[in-house]
Each structure stands twice: as structure tokens, then as C-alpha cells.
């Protein structure tokens, strides 16, 4: 009795599609395509405009979720899975999440004082 030592091979495509699939109000509109290689491929799923937020969820944590799985599955099979959406729609989310996280930083970095505020309040008072 012979055993190899081989890993069977996961079907990287079909998991990002039922994972995307499952999530979406409109499952017939997902469509993943992968690219690249055997040690690197790259996962592009486009979804309905109006699903797109729900892919990316609350502060990117279902999109982050996916990529986890989906690199946890290609270990199995040695190659590196990059997962991303094609949507246009998911471009304005991250840059208006990256927007939002840059106006965090700079409230917290320097705060305004009462002083401050009460010199603007008197400045458009007078205007």
C-alpha cells in the first residue's frame, strides 16, 4: 500500500464565488475571474453595484474575512491568493474609508481647543 504525499488541489474560484455568493442580494450577478500564475493568483470578483458595500462590510471586515479564507486555502496548494473587487463602486469605498481614517488621524493629532472654536464662532458671527 503506497500513500503519497500530495495535497489535493482547492478550487480557488469556486470558493471566492459561493463565499461572494452567499453574501450578495444578487448572486447571479458575481463574477470571478483568477489570473497569474500557480505560486501567485489573483482572485477579481464583480458583484451588483448595490452589493458591493456588503462584500467590503463594516470597516472592511467581511472583505478581509474573504482574503483570510481564501489564502488559507491556497496553502494548501503553495500559492499566494490575492482577492480583490473590480467594481468601481468598491474603488470610491476604500478611497472614502482611506479619506475618512486620514481626518481621524489629523482630529486626534491635533485637537481644537475652546479657544479655538470661539474664535471661529466670532469670526462667522461677524461676517
Same mark, same amino acid.
Given at each position: 500500500?503506497?500513500?503519497?504525499?500530495?495535497?489535493?488541489?482547492?478550487?480557488?474560484?469556486?470558493?471566492?464565488?459561493?463565499?461572494?455568493?452567499?453574501?450578495?442580494?444578487?448572486?447571479?450577478?458575481?463574477?470571478?475571474?483568477?489570473?497569474?500564475?500557480?505560486?501567485?493568483?489573483?482572485?477579481?470578483?464583480?458583484?451588483?453595484?448595490?452589493?458591493?458595500?456588503?462584500?467590503?462590510?463594516?470597516?472592511?471586515?467581511?472583505?478581509?474575512?474573504?482574503?483570510?479564507?481564501?489564502?488559507?486555502?491556497?496553502?494548501?496548494?503553495?500559492?499566494?491568493?490575492?482577492?480583490?473587487? %473590480?467594481?468601481?463602486? %468598491?474603488?470610491?469605498?476604500?478611497?472614502?474609508?482611506?479619506?475618512?481614517?486620514?481626518?481621524?488621524?489629523?482630529?486626534?493629532?491635533?485637537?481644537?481647543?475652546?479657544?479655538?472654536?470661539?474664535?471661529?464662532?466670532?469670526?462667522?458671527?461677524?461676517?
Amino acid at each position: 500500500m503506497t500513500t503519497e504525499n500530495t495535497q489535493p488541489t482547492v478550487d480557488i474560484v469556486g470558493l471566492a464565488s459561493h463565499l461572494c455568493q452567499m453574501i450578495v442580494r444578487h448572486p447571479d450577478q458575481v463574477n470571478i475571474h483568477q489570473s497569474g500564475g500557480t505560486r501567485s493568483i489573483i482572485v477579481t470578483a464583480t458583484v451588483a453595484e448595490d452589493d458591493v458595500g456588503r462584500v467590503i462590510g463594516k470597516q472592511g471586515g467581511t472583505i478581509k474575512a474573504i482574503r483570510y479564507l481564501l489564502e488559507q486555502a491556497g496553502r494548501k496548494q503553495k500559492s499566494k491568493i490575492f482577492f480583490e473587487l %473590480a467594481n468601481k463602486e %468598491a474603488n470610491r469605498f476604500f478611497q472614502e474609508g482611506q479619506a475618512d481614517d486620514d481626518t481621524n488621524a489629523t482630529d486626534t493629532e491635533a485637537p481644537t481647543t475652546e479657544s479655538d472654536t470661539e474664535a471661529d464662532d466670532t469670526t462667522t458671527a461677524n461676517e
